[in-house]
Protein backbone atom coordinates (compact mmCIF):
# COMPACT_ATOMS: atom_id res chain seq x y z
CA UNK A 1 0.00 0.00 0.00
CA UNK A 2 1.62 3.34 -0.88
CA UNK A 3 1.69 6.01 1.68
CA UNK A 4 2.71 9.41 1.29
CA UNK A 5 4.09 11.41 4.58
CA UNK A 6 5.38 15.04 4.52
CA UNK A 7 7.90 16.01 7.52
CA UNK A 8 10.23 19.37 7.79
CA UNK A 9 7.26 21.99 9.11
CA UNK A 10 7.43 23.88 12.31
CA UNK A 11 7.76 27.66 13.71
CA UNK A 12 9.90 30.22 11.45
CA UNK A 13 11.00 33.48 12.05
CA UNK A 14 9.97 36.18 9.16
CA UNK A 15 12.90 35.84 6.64
CA UNK A 16 13.90 32.17 7.30
CA UNK A 17 13.78 29.15 5.99
CA UNK A 18 12.47 25.01 5.98
CA UNK A 19 13.11 22.27 4.27
CA UNK A 20 9.69 19.98 3.94
CA UNK A 21 10.11 16.42 2.68
CA UNK A 22 7.85 14.05 1.36
CA UNK A 23 8.72 10.59 1.36
CA UNK A 24 6.66 7.45 -0.33
CA UNK A 25 6.73 4.23 0.78
CA UNK A 26 5.38 1.02 -0.51
CA UNK A 27 6.07 2.13 -4.16
CA UNK A 28 9.27 2.12 -5.76
CA UNK A 29 8.40 4.09 -9.04
CA UNK A 30 6.52 6.99 -7.86
CA UNK A 31 9.10 9.83 -9.31
CA UNK A 32 7.46 13.58 -9.42
CA UNK A 33 4.50 15.09 -6.93
CA UNK A 34 3.26 18.37 -5.88
CA UNK A 35 3.51 20.56 -2.93
CA UNK A 36 0.23 22.13 -2.34
CA UNK A 37 -0.94 24.58 1.12
CA UNK A 38 -3.77 25.40 2.83
CA UNK A 39 -4.15 28.38 5.47
CA UNK A 40 -6.76 28.56 7.98
CA UNK A 41 -10.38 29.46 6.40
CA UNK A 42 -8.48 29.47 2.78
CA UNK A 43 -8.69 26.89 -0.04
CA UNK A 44 -6.07 24.52 -0.79
CA UNK A 45 -3.75 25.97 -3.21
CA UNK A 46 -1.41 24.74 -5.82
CA UNK A 47 2.10 25.59 -4.46
CA UNK A 48 5.06 23.79 -6.02
CA UNK A 49 5.09 20.81 -8.67
CA UNK A 50 8.09 18.35 -10.33
CA UNK A 51 7.57 15.66 -12.77
CA UNK A 52 9.75 12.41 -13.37
CA UNK A 53 12.13 14.58 -15.88
CA UNK A 54 13.33 16.69 -12.94
CA UNK A 55 10.45 19.45 -14.51
CA UNK A 56 9.68 22.16 -12.66
CA UNK A 57 6.70 24.73 -11.95
CA UNK A 58 5.92 27.11 -9.28
CA UNK A 59 3.21 29.29 -7.98
CA UNK A 60 4.01 33.05 -8.70
CA UNK A 61 4.10 33.40 -5.49
CA UNK A 62 6.90 31.27 -4.51
CA UNK A 63 9.03 31.89 -7.36
CA UNK A 64 12.85 32.82 -6.65
CA UNK A 65 12.09 32.05 -2.80
CA UNK A 66 11.06 28.29 -2.83
CA UNK A 67 13.04 25.29 -4.71
CA UNK A 68 11.65 21.85 -5.30
CA UNK A 69 13.67 18.68 -5.99
CA UNK A 70 13.43 15.02 -6.15
CA UNK A 71 15.86 12.41 -4.69
CA UNK A 72 14.50 9.43 -6.72
CA UNK A 73 16.74 6.78 -5.73
CA UNK A 74 15.58 7.46 -1.61
CA UNK A 75 11.46 8.09 -3.08
CA UNK A 76 12.15 11.17 -1.21
CA UNK A 77 10.59 15.15 -2.41
CA UNK A 78 11.72 18.51 -1.39
CA UNK A 79 10.36 21.89 -1.01
CA UNK A 80 12.96 24.50 0.34
CA UNK A 81 11.18 27.19 1.28
CA UNK A 82 13.47 30.49 1.93
CA UNK A 83 12.87 34.03 2.78
CA UNK A 84 9.60 33.01 4.17
CA UNK A 85 6.86 35.64 5.42
CA UNK A 86 3.82 35.15 7.62
CA UNK A 87 1.54 34.83 4.15
CA UNK A 88 3.28 31.38 4.34
CA UNK A 89 2.00 30.20 7.13
CA UNK A 90 -0.10 27.28 6.22
CA UNK A 91 -0.60 23.54 6.61
CA UNK A 92 1.92 21.90 3.33
CA UNK A 93 0.71 18.98 1.96
CA UNK A 94 2.66 17.15 -0.65
CA UNK A 95 0.92 14.29 -3.40
CA UNK A 96 2.58 11.62 -5.14
CA UNK A 97 1.53 8.72 -6.68
CA UNK A 98 -1.99 9.92 -6.42
CA UNK A 99 -2.08 9.33 -2.78
CA UNK A 100 -1.72 12.65 -0.51
CA UNK A 101 0.33 12.88 2.99
CA UNK A 102 -0.84 14.67 6.38
CA UNK A 103 0.34 17.45 5.97
CA UNK A 104 2.77 19.52 7.84
CA UNK A 105 2.30 22.96 9.69
CA UNK A 106 4.25 25.69 8.57
CA UNK A 107 4.07 28.69 11.18
CA UNK A 108 5.63 32.18 10.17
CA UNK A 109 6.00 34.47 12.88
CA UNK A 110 6.74 38.22 11.92
Known amino acids: QVQVQESGGGPVQAGGSLRLSCVVS???????GRWYRQAPGKEREFVSG???????EYADFVKGRFIISQDSAKNIMYLQMNSLTPDDTATYYC?????WGQGTQVTVSP
Open 50 to 56: IDYADKT
Open 95 to 99: TRCAK
Open 26 to 32: GSSFCNG
